[in-house]
């Protein structure tokens, strides 16, 4: 008898552990992620307000001796390609945690959603106004062979700090967080999230396009805000924990 019971926990712990990873109030998550939107969004107009287009003077005049030692190794040839593969691995991460908490069940799914929707606007928004007050030049705009007219792009003033670090560390912290709620520890699906975000923060510094320090600020930020939203959502009466030959699990009413 007792066997027949502990067959029948193993078959209905997934069902189980899907259904209480996260409480979401739709109304309230709604609310936030349309206010954090419209801060996203007005970003546009203020960092075109704020952001000066630097003179040939100004470009002229900046100097390497102004990087701190640390961040010297950020001073790579500027590579489109090595750009794209950021993308690509970007990608990667991305896909990966989106296998990691689709469910079947389209409501579980949908709260997955939110959740993610709430921890991706953020780290977005919070990442684009820092670039907005900091305007830090990329790595490229001090090299000589890169054109003035692409230094003087807007955009090269948004290194500090990497968007693309923070977006892929979010999605792998949130993939890699649910995954383990749900299975407990795979090192394959970890290796496969951390290793496409880190991939992309190397590539983000290999083509030019950033510094170390600002993916290395990324990672930490994008870690954080998700493991912060996993944190708050998640289901307050059900607590698990998963050793090496045993799972258990309390609950409260």
């Known amino acids: 008898m007792k066997n027949i019971h502990f067959i029948l926990i193993i078959l209905f712990i997934p069902i189980f552990l899907n259904s209480y990873i996260f409480e979401v109030d739709r109304f309230e998550s709604l609310f936030f992620i349309t206010s954090a939107v419209a801060v996203d969004l007005s970003n546009n107009y203020f960092d075109r307000q704020y952001i000066e287009t630097p003179t040939d003077l100004d470009l002229e005049t900046l100097t390497t001796d102004d990087i701190p030692f640390f961040d010297k190794l950020g001073l790579q040839p500027y590579s489109l390609t090595l750009k794209n593969y950021s ?8 896909g990966t945690a989106f296998y990691c908490i689709f469910e079947k069940n389209p409501k579980l799914l949908l709260n997955n959603l939110i959740v993610y929707g709430e921890i991706m606007i953020t780290q977005s928004l919070v990442s684009k106004w820092t670039k907005t007050l900091t305007h830090r030049y990329r790595p490229f705009v001090y090299l000589d062979d890169v054109p ?37 520890h795979n090192v394959f699906i970890g290796s496969l999230l951390f290793g496409a975000a880190s991939a992309t923060a190397v590539l983000r510094v290999a083509s030019g396009q950033h510094f170390p320090s600002d993916v290395i600020v990324g990672a930490i930020i994008g870690s954080g805000t998700s493991y912060f939203f996993c944190k708050f959502h ?20």
Do not use: P, V, W
Not at 157 to 181: E, I, L, R, W
Not at 234 to 253: A, M, P, Q, V, W
């Open 87 to 94: 993308d690509y691995a970007a990608y990667i991460a991305a």
């Open 234 to 253: 998640e289901n307050k009466r059900i607590k698990l924990s998963f050793g090496y030959d045993s799972i258990d699990i309390s609950y409260s009413f």
């Open 148 to 184: 003035n007219s692409k230094k003087m792009q807007r955009n090269s003033q948004h290194s500090f700090y990497s968007m693309h670090s923070s977006s892929t560390f979010a999605s792998a912290t949130y993939g890699y967080y649910y995954y383990y709620k749900n299975y407990g």
